[in-house]
């Protein structure tokens, strides 16, 4: 739409979209609103489109991903996560420890997020752990505990939901509903994150291409959820001296094909405290707009993933550099960086 | 327990290890029953059990995984899947189509696979896929098809549950229930089938180790399901010539380590037709105990995977040559093969 | 070339593709003679050569590869390796150490293949190791051993060419020279070994696609030697449980886009001495025209690579299981496995 | 050694360990002298040598690899190439197209790199080409276009060996000799490029782990030539959206196990030219010392490799925005960075 359509204007449009049997999709943007056509079982002619009030432009998307391509919506989009904007501007920092252990262990952790300048939190209430007979997660006391500290700090909520039986509980107290990386496949949880009204943070799968990561995504755009963050995490190779192969390329990447904002997490990226900080930098420089990482008071008694979390000190640390980093990068904005 | 040992005997362990409060699972076998105990909080003494009527042995597993080893029950699980036993001396071969797209072609599917000799029929109902707008399956419609197709051929009917909200359903009109790669760890769904009375189809991760492949049959077991039989159906290379690489080493892997028997997906562990028939017949030669074929009528008319499904004539050969080298492995079983 | 075709004609082709300022390739078949064309900067057209007296067809090779392309000709190569033909009707077993480590080593693993059924002597006396200061083979005394082993036992001896510099020597000793994982892209050592009369045992690369393979043998081919087998030997990849990843599937990939022979390396392809019969026998299921085995008089004892070899006895058991299983599959090759 | 050791001390060293029948290798630091020891069957005790004058401290090098260690060397070592350092306090830019293709080409290549803030001229006068039949390389001829551009630039020219035949060609041309990918593990030519006075740029390869990485810089320094410089290019993974997959973690890791300097090839890494600036500033966020990057006067007329070469003015954009950043990096250098 052009920039200075009108809501009437968009809603010709959409009235038009369910005339002819097909689903509309209003995706607000800064300065115009992309509308998104999907339930269209062949190509549809712009022309039915262009001369509507309104309307700047009719694409056909090439892609088999179509509303989370660029083509579809060619300005960035920031969602926005307990009024914190991800995706703009300026980077956002989450941290926090892989699970909720105790109401003293978030709280402090919050703390130390908050003081070393992050301004979401991290934490697990549900964990998806491959041996059936580890530590699961508190449950609903787990986002008690979150919450509190939320309260306390003012930090968003960042909060995984491992299937859809949990997942109108963790909807309830996050302000940011991951979907991890083994469930990035789990289309019936991508569904129902699509009907949710919080925000979605969708973290890469294992062994998943560039392509199936956009598509992943699609599935909750195609339910009416616009507001999903990508986040790469390391894939698997036969690469051992880290736990994963932080795939950085994929951000740059991700930026050409689509219009949704892409961070970061080191620690499971690397699963070596001792990479993070470099990795962290390295994200920052390569374009991703956050970072989420494992912070924990006391990272030598950590109940799970204890090994690739910072301690408050270093989270700090890691913040302060980020922002400079990232301070520089966005002081020299003027110049393109992407060359092609 | 001992081979002659009675129902008060194993009834005297599992008050024993209840008592304890612990949990006790029966897993019977052909010749002895195994007991498996889990919800310790560390190790158990053995002399605890030694002692009881009828025990055996009390063994200590010293893996991960607890219930799938081979530790604790030493001879080979056989599982009966609408009568037909899988993991025992003969092969069993399941064929049909990827998806149930109508009520003939599942029909004339059942009564290719039963022509040619397979046992089992498979169909996907609910299909995970990897985009939105790409034919998800016929639902309740297709399990329907399939029962009909039972009915008319006595084939048993293997079909998969993609979530646990379509898991009762799906339950209640199959003779084994599939989860798929993409759902290998998906644990809600991994519990779900635990409390299943059916059988379980487990298909291996696209980039899951062995390890985390028996991690999630234990999550299967753990919740008192024994019945599981595992797949093998390619992990995600570089390598470009098929769409996945099948890893037939897992075969006999999976078989030191455990009694769950083993079967082979050589139509998505190739992706391409012609390679198929040479890579059943080898999954056969590793010691495979059955494979799982897509089989179409009209494979080039086939709404999804027609370009890696057989067509009745190519199954019928299929499983011809495949009974032919089975037979003469049987023949030789005296040797024993596996040398350390 | 007809099957009917004279050496006059064959020259005669042979002298346009000259006169064209290109470069003809006579590979020799069991039925007819292919002749190849390189040094062409263009397509030529096929008419040029089609009225040539004894010419049955000129082929334009679609592929980057060319001479070792099914293309250029139809039928299978067989490459005699000491009077032993690789690639023919009878699958053939390679065994012998890793390495020769003496004179009484070699020679007890010569006895054992022998004594086994093996018709070739495998053993390296330039050995490529990961680091500086292992055992890095004996050099020419291991050569003369293995000589002295194919005078006593007959078996003909393949043996590894590290570098040019050795080359000459080890040519000047072996029946046919390996080129191992780590040098199939190793152009130089390629084009060294095109311009030898001995056959070539190219293995694969550790992450090389099958168009990279096939290219490596068109380095030897183009040079002018026309004997190559291929051989898989496992590929690179997050798996853990073997060594390498055992890419079968490569085996029916090959032999539907070259004429050339491949066998497999189970020893290298699993790392692990129990999977070496399992794996082995699935090659020979998948259409393998043999294979090359660590065998070692004394396991436990070699310098390199004692877990994957096998014994004596249990390399007369692989080989007795693998010549059933050939017999098997030979007995009914009528029935036409390839189904596309 | 101690810093103030003096000639005499570290001869005297030496001298022990020759008379112990071991190979002394002085390598010269900034600060102090490292001597390691090979050719030792077991450990040596240290407190032969702690008493000896000049040495600060004996120690036991636990890794498979010796010479390259950081325990051998605890600090950074600096390698010059063409006077230019490698591996202090400043990155370094290496740019340059991917074959010297004309003496017009390179010169105008030479000047890009020089004036958009290069220091050394990369270019190939012999190349590893995957077909027999594409262009190999320009060989002696183009060694003198790129010693004509040394001489009208400055800028020192790094340039590959590609086989032991052309190294003493190629050593006499250049500044600084590559080793690329694919001869990573080519052991001879790296104990011919540990025979060489010049320094080595040491690619990793395609599917080598950080250890056979290391192993292989090994080699060179066994021979007694410990300037070398390692360099990331990418792996072969699964992910499809770049030619390889760039492993920046591989920088850090290397940094904490060796002395030895590492750079990046982001035009490799990455194999496309949107990517390449966003990976290269990513590299120097993650800590290397430098970058080599493939520069063409005019990208798309390449002979090889175009589709991931910068034009001049991309190279100039690429070199400012590096710069900037390691000197942000430098003005932070007080703050440890490494958390462990």
């Given at each position: 739409m052009q920039s200075q359509a009108t809501p009437a204007d968009i809603e010709g449009v959409c009235a038009k979209i369910v005339a002819l049997g097909f689903k509309p999709h209003i995706i607000p943007g800064e300065q115009r609103t992309a509308i998104g056509i999907t339930g269209n079982p062949g190509p549809i002619d712009p022309a039915e489109f262009e001369?509507?009030?309104?309307?700047?432009?009719?694409?056909?998307?090439?892609k088999a991903y179509k509303l989370v391509?660029?083509?579809?919506?060619?300005?960035?989009?920031v969602v926005r996560v307990n009024g914190v904007p991800v995706g703009g501007e300026r980077i956002v920092l989450c941290g926090g420890p892989c699970a909720v252990e105790s109401r003293e262990q978030i709280l402090e952790s919050a703390r130390a997020v908050k003081a070393g300048g992050g301004e979401l939190l991290r934490g697990g209430a549900y964990k998806p752990r491959t041996s059936p007979y580890s530590f699961q997660g508190l449950g609903e006391q787990g986002l008690r505990?979150?919450?509190?500290a939320r309260a306390e700090t003012g930090l968003g909520v960042v909060t995984e939901a491992v299937d859809i039986e949990s997942f109108d509980l963790v909807e309830s107290y996050a302000d940011c509903v991951q979907i991890g990386a083994r469930n990035m496949?789990?289309?019936?949880?991508?569904?129902r994150a699509g009907r949710s009204r919080k925000p979605i943070l969708l973290k890469r799968g294992m062994s998943s291409t560039l392509e199936e990561f956009l598509m992943a995504a699609e599935y909750i755009l195609a339910e009416?959820?616009?507001?999903?963050?990508?986040?790469?995490?390391?894939?698997?190779?036969?690469?051992?001296?880290?736990?994963?192969?932080?795939?950085?390329?994929?951000?740059?990447?991700?930026?050409?094909?689509s219009h949704l904002p892409i961070i970061v997490d080191p620690s499971h990226g690397t699963g070596k405290r001792d990479k993070v900080i470099p990795m962290a930098l390295a994200s920052i420089a390569a374009?991703?707009?956050?970072?989420?990482?494992?912070?924990?008071?006391?990272p030598d008694r950590a109940l799970s993933d204890g090994y690739q979390s910072l301690d408050p000190q270093q989270f700090a640390v890691?913040?302060?550099?980020?922002?400079?980093?990232?301070?520089?990068?966005?002081s020299r904005r003027r110049v393109p960086l992407a060359v092609d």
């Open positions: 001369s509507l009030p309104g309307v700047a432009d009719a694409i056909r998307v090439s391509s660029r083509e579809t919506k060619r300005e960035d989009t505990y979150l919450a509190e496949q789990n289309f019936s949880l991508l569904r009416g959820n616009y507001n999903v963050i990508l986040c790469e995490r390391g894939v698997r190779t036969f690469a051992d001296h880290t736990r994963n192969t932080l795939d950085l390329s994929v951000v740059p990447a991700v930026q050409s094909l374009g991703a707009k956050g970072l989420i990482v494992e912070v924990h008071p006391t890691l913040a302060e550099e980020c922002y400079a980093l990232a301070d520089l990068l966005a």
